[in-house]
């Protein structure tokens, strides 16, 4: 009674051995691709080393004379200035917008919107557009709009025209959304 081991335990070592050793193998590769991962991280940009100083500060026993200081008039000069900004109109933003976004990225539109809206414009809509525009461009619907959509494109250099028969007349202005501004 005083034996604990026999020989049929050997089974019992063999699966655990069998169970445990795979799991092991997998723990040591792991650990080594964070060790590899956290060494290629963590590596910073290494400056090149500084010139040796020496401790041993060379010093000229030969005095220096002073400079007498001299009282001398110097005339300012002034800077060229710069050439008069070009005025820039002041938007008219009670006005309904329709932004059409003409590019790839679709949250184009709806950033040309939030900057419209910031601006005072009262966005109405924003869907994408037919085709895609190299420029932003803004359209006028009407007479009475052609001001406020002129203002906006000289504002920030876009294009500007008068509305193609396949856009809405029901708001005052339409916003185009170009790759430029993507």
């Known amino acids: 009674m005083g034996r604990h081991s026999s020989s049929r335990q050997w089974g019992f070592y063999r699966s655990l051995l069998s169970w445990s050793l795979p799991w092991l193998v997998m723990a040591a590769i792991a650990g080594i691709a964070v060790w590899f991962a956290v060494a290629a991280l963590g590596r910073e940009e290494l400056s090149p080393p500084a010139a040796p100083q020496s401790d041993v500060a060379l010093v000229d026993e030969t005095p220096t004379p002073s400079p007498t200081p001299t009282l001398e008039l110097v005339e300012p000069t002034r800077s060229p200035s710069a050439a ?99």
């Open 84 to 182: 008069p900004a070009k005025p820039v109109p002041p938007l008219i933003t009670d006005v309904s917008v329709q932004v059409l976004n003409a590019t790839p990225d679709s949250a184009a539109g709806d950033r040309m919107a939030e900057r419209l809206a910031e601006l005072g414009f009262q966005v109405v809509t924003v869907q994408p557009a037919g085709q895609t525009y190299e420029q932003t461009t803004v359209f006028w619907s009407h007479e009475g709009a052609e001001d406020a959509a002129r203002a906006l494109a000289e504002r920030y250099g876009w294009l500007v025209a008068e509305r193609p028969d396949n856009l809405s007349e029901t708001v005052d202005v339409h916003v185009v959304v170009g790759a430029d501004q993507v």
